[in-house]
Structures are given as C-alpha cells and as structure tokens.
C-alpha cells in the first residue's frame, strides 16, 4: 500500500515540476521576444475587446446608463440628464426584448420611475438595432446612432413613472388624472390617492390650467375645420385667442376635444362616437400591465397614447443620477 502511495504523490510531484517549468520557459520567452508595433498595437486591442464585452455584458444583465432625451420626466428628470438603469430589479433579460428569468417575486411598485422598449418604436431590422444597442453600452450612452428621420434620437427605450396598475381605471380631465383602483366604487384625484399611500407629491405642471379653456376651443374649432364648417360660435373663437400663442399646450385635451366635436357634428358616425369613448370611459388597466405616465404630465408622449404595456416589456428600475455633476443621487 505505502509503495503504490510512493508511486502517486511521485507521478504528481513530477507533473507539477513538469508544468511549472514549462510556464517559467513560456514566460521567459515572452519577455525575450522583441517587442513592434503590431504586437503592442494588438495588445491594445486585445485590451479593448476586452473592456467593451465587459461593459456589454454588464449593461444588459446588471447596470444599463441612461441618457434621458426628452421632455415628459421634468422636472425630476430633465433633458441630457444621464441616469443608471438597475436591470436586474424586475428580473434578469437574457437578451434585448427577450424573457426574463428570475422576475416572478420581482414586481414593479407604484410609483416606481421605470424604462420599457417603446410600444411606438420602428425596427430598422435586428442587425441595425443590435449595432446600435452595442455601440450605445459599449460608450457608456454617450453615442447613440439610433436617429429619426430629422436627425432626433429614436428612443428605443422610454422612462417614465409606473402609476395604474392591475385592476385601476384612469382618466385624465384638464391634465389631472383620476384613479378608480381595483376596488373602490369611485374616481379620486391622483394627489388625494398619493396622500392615502403616503406616494411622492404629485407631478410637474408646464401648463397653467387657465388654459385649458382655449385648448377645449382649438380641439373643437379644428374638427370644426376638418369637416369643413366655416359659421363657428364666437365664444370658441374668444377662448381659442388665449393658447393661439402659447408654446406649450396640453395634446391629450386637445383630441379629446376634437372627438367630442366630431360626435356632437354627426351623431350616426360610429367611428366618432367610438374615438371619443375612449377618452369618456379612461383606461382600463389589465393584470400583468402597468400604465406608465410622464412626470410632466402636459407634455410627455407616455400611456395615455398607447396604453397599458406587459410588465415583461419593462426591463429596468432608475435607481441614481450621475449628470450633471451638481444633481448627483438617488432618483424618486
């Protein structure tokens, strides 16, 4: 027994010294081989590769960095403000839009500030967008290929604040939103149901609600045009004068109003009748969906347009601001 025990830890004793020389002569080698130009300018890229797989790798399964190109999260959110993505809040994705895993005790909570693939957004074709999302992580948001047709970022992604859920019903009148939730018999004021579950105070105005008057106006003086009726009521035209030179102007009020006008024009157009049911009957909010919102509620292009979206098609939770410098921390 002890001499086949002799025979073992020999055989091991010979393979380390075998090995552990042979990586002595291999390193040798290397540093006596005459360094050139190819040979460091490979390692350089050999070192890049490295460093961008690295930051793709962690953008799509850990941390992603954000560039917010838009207007509808100010002000907690303000344009070129640039923010990390926790990716793996809600689940982990395996790849771009695919599934998640891990994500079923994992769930979106109101008021949660989110980023989810934009139901809106047009495919340039699976190579074109996975250069860009590459090209994108791999520069840390500061290059983004990813263009509209006049030259404005395409956001792939959108971020706004996760506010109806499973069961809720909302409307919007005058640029406040009206929650029914799962199990109440009537509409509340955002602000009343946030002061219940003790939410963050409600959002950012750019519209002062004096206007919305001559919004109703210019949404039903402008059906009143598309339908080709000239003799208008004078009082439209009076409360239109107030917004005529205004910059900034509630769109969602503004169809809801046109609808209405085009019901109120003929009454028999069932295609009226149904646009403008959307608008009087709100947005039901089905289990597994969430209705995401804008913080600047009168100017922000979010679920008021297309809906509820699948909690699938959320991938991330907006956890910090790190630019500008002086706006450094956590975002709520």
Do not use: C
């Not at 002890?2 to 002595?24: A, C, G, P, Q, W």
């Not at 960095?65 to 926790?86: A, E, G, K, Q, W």
């Amino acid at each position: 027994m002890f001499n086949n025990m002799d025979k073992i830890y020999s055989f091991l004793e010979n393979k380390t010294v075998k090995i552990l020389t042979h990586r002595k002569a291999l390193k040798a080698y290397e540093k006596s081989k005459k360094k050139t130009i190819l040979t460091e300018l490979w390692s350089w890229i050999d070192a890049l590769i490295f460093a961008v797989v690295v930051v793709i790798l962690l953008n799509q399964f850990l941390f992603q960095l954000f560039l917010i190109p838009s207007p509808s999260m100010v002000s907690t959110l303000n344009i070129n403000d640039r923010v990390v993505v926790s990716k793996i809040s809600y689940g982990v994705e395996l790849y771009p839009t695919g599934p998640k895993i891990f994500s079923n005790s994992r769930k979106v909570q109101r008021d949660d500030i989110i980023t989810f693939y934009n139901p809106e957004y047009n495919s340039k074709g699976p190579v074109f967008d996975i250069l860009s999302q590459a090209i994108y992580y791999a520069t840390l948001s500061l290059v983004n290929i990813d263009r509209n047709e006049d030259g404005s970022i395409a956001e792939r992604l959108f971020v706004k604040r996760a506010v109806g859920f499973g069961g809720d019903n909302i409307k919007f009148k005058d640029g406040n939103v009206l929650i029914k939730p799962a199990g109440y018999d009537n509409y509340i004021t955002e602000e009343e149901y946030r002061e219940e579950n003790s939410l963050l105070p409600g959002p950012h105005r750019s519209v002062d609600e004096s206007l919305y008057d001559g919004m109703h106006a210019w949404g039903r003086l402008f059906a009143l045009q598309e339908n080709n009726i000239n003799v208008v009521p004078q009082h439209l035209k009076n409360s239109y004068e107030s917004v005529q030179n205004q910059n900034m102007f509630d769109y969602y009020e503004f169809l809801q109003n046109k609808t209405l006008m085009n019901t109120l024009i003929n009454p028999s157009d069932m295609y009226a009748r149904s646009a403008y049911s959307h608008y009087r009957a709100g947005i039901y909010v089905p289990n597994g969906y969430v209705l995401p919102l804008g913080d600047n509620r009168d100017n922000s292009s979010d679920g008021r347009y297309f809906g509820p979206v699948k909690e699938s098609t959320i991938n991330g939770k907006v956890i910090a601001r790190f630019w500008p410098i002086g706006d450094v921390g956590l975002v709520k």
